[in-house]
């Protein structure tokens, strides 16, 4: 409990508006499923007393330590941090009528010139640079009329313009300025700000606040997008499972006791007190066998699914993983052969043979199989997961031979890569494995991904 | 060690951890001091090996403070953590006094045998009360670190390490001592903190804490540093080694780092791959000092195999490139 209570004279001491200011952050925060309780709140004011608040570093890391609990809060914290005080600070310049200064006697601005300051200053990572750069390079567009007037395609088309490229994209490799990632980020979130800054200008008025778009939180999904991001939302997974099992193991209350050790200790006392033993739970070690539709309707999701599994692969023992489009091809020693995700994928793709003729999936076909060829080991400690959006592209979805597989496995779960929204739209026939399933999941976000592990981990399902 | 008084200022914080041999970023530094300005807990959260733990020993030689750690575990109680009456002394202490009863008591005994049983009763319940007054007291209580951090008379520096190991209960056991400074024992009545400790819990995150505990908590996320913090770390551990040297090395670990490998290599390792390199006296990373040495990085078969293959192959290409950079020499 904080005793501490925000009295006027304690917020009297900040600069007016800001308590108001805070609070109405703090009110986003929560928006944004941030748990920021009145405690939290009282917290950030206490801490910014001690800190001044007119140093931005100090100012935001106070914020944080006090209002984001955890990595992924910190995210969103970041996010929200930026855009509110952007909004802020915009917001009260356009009450006050002030403008950034135009550039207007700097004449025709040398394109050539440009980029190289642009990439010059990406490649030392000189922030303020990048940010007056970013000013200039947008200037030089709006004199050439090719803005479009939506932020994000402009964005774009600067970017492409001043011939920024990433180093895994650059064609010449010996090339002194091959960008890195992360500075290229900045550069555009500083071309994107300042667009949005321009347009507010332009237009005199706030755009409308939106909520953080759940695109923003999904799991990254198109192939095109970097692998590392995928690993990273895997990376926290892998810590879970690791440990899985483990935290079930402390004292339970329904633990069996254990008869020869509690006459043992007892002996140390002579029985009074008596102190009972139990028997140390063991962790409930799953056999999993995990399916994975790679097909193209889930090509997105797939890529995911795949280095979901090469998690798996790192914390169970035993474990079976199995692709499959058509046909279904078992690539447990794919995995435990190769460590690299890449190599995996390749060879996945190569020597999966999944694909047949069509190269559409065929639910009915591979249930069918799998229970002919692999059912058979299956026993009711064994769980069984499927990774797939149970788009059959109109074929018979053989349920019954799904029923048979779910029956002989102790568990059987489905991970469906579309929102539940979509569900049996269309070609989908989730509806129809969905009865036979301990549990059927949408699985777009790390968020449900985590719930899932949740339940394989032994725990219970939530009610959502 | 006197106990230095509270910190002016972050920058304060930042030179004093420096000075005891902790290069503590923005954000570490910056909690730390609000730790100590506040009296907060710091919940510090980040892979294994960036130097969770360390910071707490570091603030604990900064301030001057004693360090007490609880090092948490599955199956970790209130007994092993907060306090144990201590049953063998109490035993004791009873078998005494009933040995010195019988000569005072044993008198009227005999006398009335037949409702003995009824007439002790009044006569042993005043020496039951004194008994268990007397058993119940300080002397025959153990105490564990979570009440020794509180009832000290000197401020201590607590650290709770690995608290994601531990189960909810205790958790939910920890959050009246980290929000109050308070642990209430039935039989005393509650003891509270006479000096307020600096609290520092870590968690590898392997489990989602409690809202409650977070709540109570300053929030830190530490995480490996950048190459340049990381130099300078290298360098305070073994300042004997060449710069030029440091850096390869670091940026070698940072390339392991962004592999996918099972364990990446932490902090300490670097420091050991360091000084392990000055024992071979290396003047160079080259693909045949890493072979040799690369097991004081990476410790697991698979992800050997990996780094080899992957780092390897670059440092081979890099030496090419230096020895045609170089010319013929």
Known sequence: ???????????????????????????EL?????????????????????????????FRETMAATLAKSQEDRRIFELLFDRYFFRAAEAEALRQGISEQRHDGMGQIDLDELREAVRQ?????????MRDLARLAIEAFGRRGEGSGVIGVDVQRIRRTLGLQTQGRAQTEDEVLTLDRESLNQFERHLRRELERDLIERTERMPPSRPLADLDRALPTSPSQDLAAVHRAVAQLKRRLATLGHEQRGRRRSSVVDVRRTMRASLETGGVPLRLKHRPRRPRRPEIYVLCDVSTSVTSASMFFLSVLHALHDSFRKLRSFVFIERISEVTDVFSDERDFRAISSKISSEGGVADVSGYTDYGRVWLEFLSEISEDLDPRSTVIVLGDARTNGREPHAAAFAQVSRRAGRTFWLNPEPKLYWNYGDSVMSAYEPHCDGAFECWTTRHLETFVNVIAGGVVPAE | MGETAAPDSVADVRKALAVVGYLADESASLVSYLAQQLGKPVLVEGPAGVGKTELAKA????????????QCYEGLDEAKALYEWNYRKQLLRIQAGSQQMPATSSAPRPGAAGSGADEVAPDDSGSWTEVQEDIFGEEFLLTRPLLRAISTPTPVVLLIDEID????????????VLSDFQISIPELGVIEARTR?????TSNNSRELTEALKRRCLYLWLDYPEVEREMEIVRLHSPELDEKL?????????????????????????IDWARALLLLGADDIDRDVFDKTMSIIVKHRSDLELVAERVGVKLDAEGKLDLGRAGPR
């Open chain 1, 30 to 58: 929560r928006a944004e499923g941030l748990s920021v309780g009145t405690s939290e709140i009282l917290d950030a004011f206490e801490a910014l007393e001690a800190v001044p608040w007119t140093e931005p570093a100090d």
């Open chain 2, 59 to 70: 603030l604990s030689r900064a301030t001057g403070r004693e360090l007490i750690r609880l």
């Open chain 1, 121 to 129: 200053a990406i490649a030392d990572g000189r922030d303020g640079e």
């Open chain 2, 197 to 201: 400790p600096i609290v520092v819990l």
């Open chain 2, 165 to 176: 190991k531990t189960d909810q209960e205790f958790e939910a056991m920890l959050l009246e």
């Open chain 2, 246 to 270: 440091t850096r390869r090395l670091v940026e070698v670990v940072h390339m392991i780092r962004a592999l996918d490998v099972k364990k990446p290599p932490s902090i300490a390792e670097s």
């Open chain 1, 1 to 27: 409990m904080s005793t501490e209570a925000s009295e006027p004279d304690q917020l009297a001491a900040l600069p007016p508006g800001l308590a108001a200011r805070l609070i109405a952050f703090c009110e």
